[in-house]
Each structure stands twice: as structure tokens, then as C-alpha cells.
């Protein structure tokens, strides 16, 4: 099983439909991402948290919200779906005690087309 | 701020050639920096990292990247090129280990 673990991995919906992408972990790593790829573009990274009650915006946040339910769970949710949020959306992991390491851990993404 | 470019989009490359996928990046303070690569319909994963020491670093599958603080490159490079190779490379910057910042990516493509 995928230590990071991203539902569902493809759906497709229709513009002004509330969507929630949903991770788990079973890293047990206390920070968790999330970014959104476009071709050409790269990651752009949309929130973070550091733990359970740390949430942050990231470079793209708007249109977007997030819950962490746990420190397993970091879910996205589109409140009102709109085209150009298609995308691949991927969720990342990383570990505090190891920040001077640095790593990321994926997801294997999400597929998100929206009509 | 941090910025990271990658000046190529697209590299293609015969088999057992060798290649260099450029990277660039801005800030005024030390960073961390790494090397993603991603496999078609795949997530990402850790090619390499540099945080600090030897200039020059050695990861999986056979990959080096360099590090130049003068030129706030970090390349990366393999002498021999296979199909298997063949992925989207993202390389990204960190201050401290807190935000990751990525490039826009290479699609390498080895060609039989």
C-alpha cells in the first residue's frame, strides 16, 4: 500500500459543484501539502500544515479550502468548481524532525477535470 | 523570495547518450535544493538533494547534480541515458525545509 494515499484519482464534475480531494498518510509525518500541476507551470504549492491546528495558504489559494482532520488526513475542497481549476493535484508529506533533510513525500495525484 | 527556472521544457536524447537538464535558481540566503523526478502517471519522488558540503552530488539511477553557488546553478546530469529515463524532472528550492518552490519541469524523452 501507498504510504500517501490520495481519493479519488480521477473525477470529472461540472462547474459550481463542490468537490473535496482527500489524503491520507500512514507516514506518520506531521506536514502535509498540498500543490496543483499544470502543464508548464510546474507545482504550485495551494496550502500547508504543519500540524493538526496550523493551516497556511500557499501561492494559489484562492477558490480553494482545506481541512486536517487528523495528522493522517489533509483534505481539498473546491466549494464552487470552476474550469481552469482542472489540473493534477498532488499531496505531500514531510517530516519535522528531519526539515534539515528535507524531503516531500507523493501522493500518486488526483485528476480533476472540471466541464 | 525564492524563484527556480528551468530554461529547458522539452530534452530529447538518444539512448546512452549523455545528458544535462539545467536548472537555475534565485535567493539571497542559503538553500536547500533538489532534484523530482516523475514517471508518467506517477507521483513525484527524490532524484537527489544538495544541503550542504561536497559541491557535487550523486543520486538514484545513476543521476549527479552540481551545485554552484557563483552561478546559482544546480544541473543535472547522467553520463548514459535509457528509455527507462525517460520522465518529467522538477527541480525545486527550499529555505528551510519549511516551503518547497519547484521549477516549471523538463520532460526528458530517450530516444531509441
Known amino acids: 500500500d501507498a504510504d500517501v494515499t490520495q481519493t479519488p484519482r480521477n473525477r470529472i464534475t461540472k462547474t459550481g459543484k463542490r468537490i473535496m480531494l482527500e489524503c491520507s498518510q500512514t507516514k506518520g509525518h506531521d506536514r502535509m501539502y498540498w500543490y496543483r500541476q499544470d502543464p508548464g507551470l510546474g507545482l504550485r504549492l495551494i496550502y500547508y500544515s504543519f500540524d493538526v491546528k496550523d493551516i497556511n495558504k500557499g501561492e494559489i489559494s484562492d477558490g480553494y479550502s482545506v481541512s486536517r482532520q487528523a495528522q493522517a488526513k489533509f483534505s481539498l475542497s473546491l466549494e464552487s468548481a470552476i474550469p481552469n481549476q482542472t489540473a493534477l493535484y498532488f499531496c505531500?508529506?514531510?517530516?519535522?524532525?528531519?526539515?534539515?533533510?528535507?524531503?516531500?513525500?507523493f501522493g500518486e495525484g488526483s485528476r480533476l477535470t472540471v466541464l | 523570495a525564492q524563484s527556480v527556472t528551468q530554461l529547458d521544457s522539452q530534452v530529447p536524447v538518444f539512448e546512452e547518450a549523455p545528458v544535462e537538464l539545467r536548472c537555475n535558481y534565485s535567493s539571497s540566503v542559503s538553500v536547500y535544493l533538489f532534484w523530482y523526478v516523475q514517471y508518467p502517471n506517477q507521483g513525484l519522488q527524490l532524484l537527489l538533494k544538495?544541503?550542504?558540503?561536497?559541491?557535487l552530488v550523486k543520486g538514484i539511477n545513476g543521476f549527479e547534480a552540481e551545485f554552484n553557488k557563483s552561478q546559482t546553478s544546480f544541473h543535472l546530469r547522467k553520463p548514459s541515458v535509457h528509455i527507462s529515463d525517460t520522465a518529467e524532472y522538477f527541480c525545486?528550492?527550499?529555505?528551510?525545509?519549511?516551503?518547497?518552490?519547484f521549477g516549471t519541469g523538463t520532460s526528458l524523452t530517450v530516444i531509441p
Open positions: 525545486a528550492v527550499s529555505l528551510t525545509g519549511n516551503q518547497f518552490y
Open positions: 505531500a508529506t514531510s517530516d519535522r524532525r528531519t526539515v534539515n533533510t528535507g524531503e516531500l513525500f
Open positions: 544538495y544541503l550542504s558540503g561536497s559541491t
